[in-house]
């Protein structure tokens, strides 16, 4: 018998290797794979092989990043409300860029979508902005590269509008002036923590003006806007009153 020489088959898919061409790494991984690739390339530099090694920038993962800020806990109507997102990638460390697909939604409680500003700030976090203008529950979910971020979505609990004193005026000739038996006219003008007048009406006030002798008496008019129409009347010539206004 004579032995029949074989002769190796090549595999004209197996890719070519160039050994004068040093090696590159573009590497995306859901592992922490970063040190390795990093010693690796330290050993072959050693050896006097120049590596080039580029690290795609890892995604931003739901699981991982957090959402913070007054806007996920309460709201006031017609008040700006905003939040921060923290991007994290799956080993829960900071991203150090943006670029990532965030998305985000406020629902109110009519169902109904409340706009809202996403602002990429280039180094992995994010701020939201929105102003409800209903009150009652509202629902925010948070999506990053389609996946839900941890601990969403939130429920927030929206006021109705709220008069604050510091920013509510009184106004008009009855202020200054008054004359015997004549109504004297001022009006209110309710504005909320942001200076903003009210688009409502409803809120009660205790109005008072006092004189010397007997306190004058004050009818007050809802203009269901956000001002309130009021009259006093002085029974006695010049006397000095004094007005005080309080919200009930």
Do not use: W
Not at 22 to 27: A, T
Not at 110 to 137: A, F, I, L, R, S
């Amino acid at each position: 018998m004579t032995e029949e020489q074989v002769q190796p088959q090549v595999n004209s898919e197996e890719p070519q290797i160039n050994p004068d061409e040093p090696p590159n790494f573009n590497i995306e991984s859901e592992a922490d794979v970063e040190p390795l690739v990093l010693q690796l390339k330290a050993f072959l530099e050693k050896h006097d092989l120049d590596v080039s090694v580029k690290f795609k920038p890892k995604k931003m993962r739901g699981s991982t990043s957090l959402v913070d800020g007054d806007g996920l806990k309460t709201g006031e109507v017609n008040i700006p409300a905003d939040f921060k997102i923290t991007g994290k990638d799956n080993n829960g460390k900071d991203l150090g860029h943006g670029g990532d697909d965030v998305k985000v939604k406020v629902i109110d409680p009519q169902g109904n979508e409340v706009p809202c500003e996403v602002k990429d700030n280039g180094d992995g976090t994010y701020d939201v902005g929105y102003t409800p203008v209903v009150p009652g529950m509202h629902k925010i979910e948070v999506l990053v590269n389609d996946e839900p971020v941890e601990n969403t979505p939130v429920d927030v609990l929206v006021f109705d509008e709220i008069p604050d004193a510091l920013n509510c005026t009184a106004e008009g000739e009855g202020l200054e002036n008054a004359e015997t038996k004549t109504p004297a006219p001022f009006k209110i003008v309710t504005r909320n923590r942001a200076g903003e007048q009210l688009k409502n009406g409803g809120q009660k006030f205790n109005v008072t003006v006092q004189g010397p002798t007997i306190a004058a008496e004050v009818t007050v008019k809802d203009n269901e806007d956000g001002t309130y129409d009021l009259k006093h009347q002085s029974l006695h010539q010049k006397e000095k009153r004094l007005i005080q206004i309080i919200r009930k």
